[in-house]
């Protein structure tokens, strides 16, 4: 077994920093310790396998992206990053453990969707993967199957009140779901969005000549989200179960997270990059090259990106900073341009909704940090320990301490990164929704269970090394 000395860095957690050396012995961490220190005499610079110097450095637990989609089908293609190429582009980003969504489909059996799952990440993954499980099809056996899904180690489900017809749950079904999770303890995850009203704005644009790929984000307005979150919550409080509003983009669906909360309902929100830093003007401000105008089909995801005028950015900065929201994830879902993006041109509906970012969250909320919107501490809290907390990882993940696994990120402040194709990317899309930002600070070292996946800008990791990780039930549950 590797013994590993992190020496001379600043340990940041969820509650403060300290200058501390990290003891990595095998896939675990066995100490914290004051700068320097020996054990049982022993100098230990000198008496372990490896030593990794973080003088100036943050040493941090590895990020937590608790929403992909790899593989995920879509629109009549499917999620362009495997789990082979998905986790190395997370690992490049430092993030060590993502939570993939497992998908039932209509007419399939949820058992059925989980299994077909784990085949595709078995042996694929680079970094440790969990499971949350997509109920596309809700009735008396999905019914029954959530039930026996903690025991699965996925503690956790996903409804859509979108995409009626593909992944949509009417009221009844969320109600019935709702009531099953008050049950069993499981976290009931909501694309909270009004489907049917969508739907009937969508056909009206397209019928009025307006196919663009902004339309994407007119059709799907604020108010459907803030009225879905509401719904959501509603059903949530009848019911018992605890909530968690994915994606939330619209500065009325955190009010109605916040009231909630306010209200003692225990209720979460997630928000991602791409609403904290990217705007519905984007798909507008698209430049000239070989895409055209239809270069902004590249933002189109669901919920969509707000516009800027509305400010929805700031508030969700701010309710990051007060709690009203509580992580960031990323959503990714990527797509390329070519032969997958291309097929809404001339109709919006038709692009593939989704943004590749699996690579780049620990980053674009550093910059936050530097940018004054988060505290240091904060960015781990909302990209490591509660994602952690939230999904029942806490203790072996989201935390440095004796025990944990040893997914630690040694990440440079003096560092840079330029985010872009050609400088960056090792997502599979040929482009970046994220092309041209530029980062103060840059991912050093990356350590997944103890092994080195990232390197001085060199990839270490093997497909396969990363394992599936059985979920407890969340720490948040009443
Ligand atoms: N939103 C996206 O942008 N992509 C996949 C599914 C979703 O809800
Ligand atoms: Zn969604
Ligand atoms: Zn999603």
Excluded at 6 to 18: K, N, R, W, Y
Excluded at 19 to 41: K, N, Y
Excluded at 391 to 413: C, N
Excluded at 451 to 476: M, P
Aim: hydrophobic residues 40%.
């Amino acid at each position: 077994m590797t013994t590993t000395l992190i020496t001379g860095g600043t340990v940041v957690s969820a509650t403060g920093t300290s200058l501390a050396d990290v003891l990595v012995d095998g896939e675990t961490i066995r100490a914290v310790l004051a700068p320097g220190s020996e054990l049982l005499g022993v100098d230990l610079a000198r008496s372990v396998d490896r030593v990794i110097d973080a003088t100036g450095k943050y040493v941090i637990p590895g990020g937590i992206d608790a929403h992909t989609h790899m593989e995920l089908p879509f629109g009549g293609t499917a999620a362009s990053d495997t789990f082979e190429t998905g986790t190395r582009a997370a690992a490049w980003g430092g993030t060590t453990t993502i939570i993939d969504f497992a998908v039932q489909t209509y007419g399939q059996r949820v058992e059925d969707g989980l299994a077909a799952w784990h085949e595709k990440a078995a042996g694929n993954c680079a970094i440790d993967y969990g499971f949350h499980q997509i109920v596309g099809d809700v009735n008396e056996a999905s019914l029954q199957a959530l039930r026996g899904l903690a025991d699965e180690g996925v503690s956790s489900y996903k409804l859509f009140m979108a995409y009626p017809g593909v992944f949509y749950s009417d009221d009844a079904q969320i109600l019935k779901a709702m009531q099953v999770a008050a049950d069993t303890g499981l976290m009931t995850m909501m694309h909270a969005e009004n489907g049917p009203a969508i739907d009937v704005l969508v056909q009206q644009l397209l019928a009025a000549g307006r196919t663009g790929p902004v339309f994407h984000g007119t059709a799907r307005a604020w108010q459907m989200e803030e009225e879905a979150t509401h719904r959501a919550i509603m059903l949530a409080n009848l019911t018992g179960a605890p909530l968690y509003v994915v994606h939330v983009s619209a500065k009325q669906a955190v009010a109605q997270l916040a009231a909630a909360r306010d209200a003692g309902q225990n209720v979460f929100g997630e928000t991602c990059p791409q609403y904290l830093y990217l705007s519905l003007e984007d798909h507008l401000g698209a430049r000239s090259d070989e895409w055209g105008e239809f270069e902004g089909a590249k933002w189109v995801c669901s919920t969509p990106l707000r516009s800027k005028h509305e400010h929805h950015q700031d508030e969700l900065w701010s309710a990051l900073r007060t709690n009203d929201l509580q992580m960031v994830s990323t959503d990714h879902c990527p797509f390329c341009m070519k032969d997958q993006k291309e097929l809404g041109r001339g109709d919006f509906s038709k692009i593939p909704n989704g943004i590749g970012g699996v690579e780049h969250r620990m980053d674009l909320l550093y910059q936050g940090v530097v940018d004054g919107h988060i505290s240091l501490e904060r960015w781990v809290e909302i990209t490591a320990t509660t994602p952690a907390r939230m999904f029942g990882l806490y203790g072996r993940k989201g935390v440095i301490q004796p025990g944990a696994d040893a997914d630690i990120v040694v990440y440079d402040p003096a560092g840079h990164t330029s985010i872009g194709v050609e400088q960056t990317h090792h997502m599979n899309m040929d482009h970046s929704a994220w092309e041209g930002f530029e980062i103060d600070g840059h991912v050093d070292t990356v350590m997944s269970r103890g092994r080195i996946v990232v390197d001085d800008r060199q990839y270490l990791g093997r497909a396969g090394d990363g394992s599936f990780v059985k979920r407890g039930l969340s720490q948040y549950l009443l």
